[in-house]
């Protein structure tokens, strides 16, 4: 999910579970409170066996009585896998998953002649007992009559046991499940999540699509809210809620309802709905949303109207954003259904490359460029690229500025306004990037916690290492003796990266 739930950015995605309204932005998701569900008492420990990877995050919370032999199966199927597939192993297919929903939506009815739900399932080298697992899941769990369709969409992945021993479990469930289509989609190169993504829409046949990773399980009841929001208006795409599953303990984390927002740099977040919301007091009602984290679910004509994904984006990220931005200004809209809830893998770290950054930022540079009007600089400044001859190749984008065109989109600024107002435009930014004094040879850094006291430090510019406001006083910025002072002028000059506005 993505990004959501992509998900699982022990990179950086600000993947956070959510707290009742106020939502603030979230920076880490170890930092909030957690609703831990079901946590069986544990029976008195006999004497504790050797860690034998006592600074690996797998055995942090897990594994304590697990043998040396066990100790390192488990932790080199974790540095592969980015999660415990020692633990998924051992698991049953379909164990039970806590009903994690507001109360109020066991009580609510659907329509029963609900558009039915072909299922795209995208997965890059996923370890097969999760793939298994999710299988399993949606089979079990989604109505006979609304499940047409699994597409399973293999990103070109090397791994053995996702040949003959997944074919043989897919030939198992067709046999078990007679009138549903699983459909095989492989690729002989790794094309992205956003081609994958839209070559599973392709293989598609049924009225709604569904595109979820392979590393989730779905609960009870998720597909019937979903769909009932679609029949009401083929123009929504909706998102479920994500509970977090741990990538050590495999265990069920409850998250609450929040909309999925990004910032400049379109790093996933979670983000408040609206006021208007939240004065209807009731937490099973969808919310409207800027954006989606990864997964989503739509009416397939409608999604293939607006076009579908931006099947020029590399790799992964920001795929998530551009439909967000594109399905509201374009006439649709997305919304977050509190009452469908699918469980995810938060991976410790992610397969597809050891370095997303550079994806990202390209992929963020195409979103700019297409959707984002005079704004689109925002993205620059938040991953610190030069406004011109940036050197980074962001592919062709003339089909989808054709397709802004053709779909008469609104305005980056509407959406701004009307659909993400928290989103701080940064329209008072004189400068960005480093700011170095050239008589010191040294520039400004932010300093350390708490309090981010700037401190004058050695140039390194991998980010932003001070944001240049626009403040005025006769007293000057100097370094004296490596130490950051504000004192009477004596002409020291110093140099900003990139120039936004002469000052
Ligand atoms: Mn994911």
Redesign the pocket.
Known sequence: ????????RGIRKKAAEVEQEPVKKQPEPKEQPEAKIQEPKEAPKEKKTNKVFPSSALFKEWGENLSEVDQREAEGMFQKYGYNVFLSDRLPLDRALPDTRDSRCANKTYPKDLPNVGVVLIYLNEALSILKRALRSIIDRTPKNLLKEIIMVDDNSSNEDLKEDLDNYVKSLEKQNPGLRITRVRHTEQKGLAHARASGWRAATADVVAIL?A??EVHEMWAEPLLTQIKGDRTVVVSPVFDRVNFDDLKVIQYLPAAHAFDWALWCMYEGFTPEYYKLNDGSLPGKSPSVM?IFVADRTFLGEIGVLDEGMKVYGGENVELGIRVWTCGGSVEVVPCSKVA??E?YHKPYLPDLSPAMKRNALRVAEVWMDEYKHNINLAWNIPFENHGIDIGDITERKKLRERLNCKPFKWYLDNVYPKLDPWDNLLGFGGMKNLDADMCIDQGPVPGHTPIAYGCYYYGPQVKLKNKQTKRCLEIIKSTLLIQECTGQRWEIQNIIKAF
Not at 1 to 8: A, T, V
């Open positions: 999910m993505q990004k959501l739930l992509e998900e699982d990773d590393h989730i990864g995810h893998i991976r």
